[in-house]
Nanobody, 121 residues
Framework: QVQLVESGGGLVQPGGSLRLACVAS????????MGWYRQAPGKQRELVAL???????NYADSVKGRFTISGVNAQNTVYLQMNSLKPEDTAVYSC???????????????WGQGTQVTVSS
């Protein structure tokens, strides 16, 4: 089985920074992309940032210039550096990855358990 585990969430003041990490483990042949989503109470889940196996990245307009997604290990680790945090960034942040477990298997979307980010004074 494949497991995604997030870490790094917490409570920070407006203008502060956090770095989230997501590690994928288990039987993995390849990862097509890894990304971060967030969901606040009463709102639908939205894409925050995405990085593909080719290294291209995409960001939500609301976080451009403040958040940076990167990978240390090409196939199993992704980070989200969050700077200049605002109260509206408060949400549960979840890691997502499109993963093939074997060469012959199709891609499947996996989700981590989520980590709470709260921006408040």
């Amino acid at each position: 089985q494949v497991q995604l585990v997030e870490s790094g969430g917490g409570l920070v003041q407006p203008g502060g920074s956090l770095r989230l990490a997501c590690v994928a483990s288990g039987s993995i042949f390849s990862i097509n992309n890894m990304g971060w989503y967030r969901q606040a109470p009463g709102k639908q889940r939205e894409l925050v940032a995405l990085i593909t196996s080719g290294g291209s990245t995409n960001y939500a307009d609301s976080v451009k210039g403040r958040f940076t997604i990167s990978g240390v290990n090409a196939q199993n680790t992704v980070y989200l550096q969050m700077n200049s945090l605002k109260p509206e960034d408060t949400a549960v942040y979840s890691c997502n990855a499109l993963i093939r477990r074997t060469r012959d298997s199709t891609g499947y979307s996996y989700w981590g358990q989520g980590t709470q980010v709260t921006v408040s004074s």
